[in-house]
């Protein structure tokens, strides 16, 4: 990296800054006003419309060698939701996919 | 009806200790990288620190070290790690039937602490409990990022103290999507959610060649507009199923 020190340090506050102002956006800028039912309705889905879609390309990243996914990332993936549709709970099902990519990491 | 939650704030604030507590198993490992990675890029272990208290994204920072290794220009720099952390801003609009009426101050550290943890962790309790009060919620995402927060900014400073010392490959990255999709399988009650994933992951694949990013925005924008609307035909043709 060939960056100057002030470089370095602007990029560092600019990130900070526009990382803030999109977290604080609409929580700080809304604040109490009413949005209408048709929003909420949207609103509602915003986990399971974001973090899905922001995980799955490394989760079917092709790997350069064999021209498919990682099948202990794949598994691991299926029992970390299996686990969390089933105990409904995020703690248990993050605990079963770290076992088992672990495990099918080993036995690879 | 919605009867009241009578979850005291106290209560609420070690509720989500608890459940956001174990966490750390993966965000200090996840700090310890970034850490190490950004000394080698050439940061020294203020910057690095820096970096990891005054932004807390840990695949933005990544984003942007990777392209400062590469020495590419600021203004990409830029770019790319703020679209990485577009999702914050539907985060933080999802959260304002829940938290809009707390005071701005709380507001304003609420958004600083906004990682992807706290926030699906603390919305999966209000959608479970609607009655929650506001100090409630407020209390329990607090609790929620109390230790996930702090181990972040350790993980980082180990990492960056330690950093040659630490083996270059610990193998973290295949762990991240682990602490992720977590939070997914919770809150797969109803077909409009899983009808909304399948949107989400099927979008973003389809969307790939689009630049910095905006394919998981699009995709995710159609996602929720799929959720809203499977969840409306549902009611209509099954009203007896939405409580």
Redesign the interface.
């Known amino acids: 990296?060939?960056?100057s020190q002030s470089?370095?340090?602007?990029?560092?506050?600019?990130?900070?800054l526009?990382?803030?102002g999109?977290?604080?956006?609409?929580?700080?800028l809304?604040?109490?006003?009413p949005?209408p039912e048709?929003l909420?309705?949207?609103?509602?889905?915003?986990?399971?419309?974001?973090?899905?879609?922001?995980?799955?390309?490394?989760?079917?990243r092709l790997n350069a060698a064999t021209g498919w996914p990682?099948p202990?990332?794949l598994g691991?993936?299926v029992a970390?939701?299996?686990?969390?549709?089933?105990?409904?709970?995020?703690?248990w099902?993050?605990?079963a996919?770290?076992l088992t990519?672990a495990l099918l990491?080993a036995l690879r | 009806m919605i009867q009241p939650d009578p979850t005291p704030p106290r209560r609420a604030f070690w509720q989500g200790l608890r459940d956001g507590g174990p966490f750390i198993l993966i965000v200090g490992p996840f700090g310890l990288v970034f850490g190490v990675v950004a000394t080698e890029a050439g940061l020294n272990v203020v910057q690095t620190m820096a970096f990891s208290i005054a932004v807390i994204a840990g695949a933005a920072q990544l984003a942007a070290i990777q392209l400062m290794v590469d020495d590419a220009p600021t203004l990409i720099v830029l770019v790319t790690a703020l679209a990485v952390n577009l999702r914050m801003a539907m985060y933080s609009a999802s959260l304002v039937p829940h938290l809009g009426a707390a005071p701005l101050w709380q507001r304003a550290l609420i958004a600083y602490l906004m990682v992807d943890q706290a926030y699906a962790t603390s919305f999966l309790r209000y959608e479970r409990d609607p009655g929650l009060s506001l100090q409630a919620k407020v209390a329990y995402y607090f609790g929620v990022i109390t230790l996930v927060a702090p181990v972040w900014y350790l993980g980082t400073l180990a990492g960056a103290l330690l950093g040659e010392a630490i083996p270059a490959s610990i193998p973290i990255g295949a762990a991240v999507p682990i602490a992720f999709l977590a939070l997914i399988g919770p809150m797969l009650r109803t077909l409009a959610q899983v009808a909304a994933v399948l949107v989400s992951v099927l979008g973003t694949l389809a969307l790939g060649f689009m630049p910095y990013n905006t394919g998981l925005l699009v995709a995710a924008l159609a996602a929720m507009a799929t959720g809203a609307a499977v969840e409306v035909w549902t009611a209509r043709h099954r009203p007896q199923v939405r409580a």
Do not use: C, K
């Open positions: 990296m060939s960056l470089t370095i340090w602007l990029i560092i506050a600019l990130l900070a526009g990382t803030f999109l977290r604080f956006s609409f929580l700080g809304i604040g109490n006003r949005l048709w909420l309705r949207l609103l509602r889905y915003t986990p399971v419309a974001v973090i899905p879609g922001l995980m799955a390309p490394q989760v079917f990682d202990a990332l691991a993936v970390t939701l299996a686990v969390g549709l089933w105990r409904r709970n995020a703690i099902a993050m605990l996919g770290a990519l990491t």
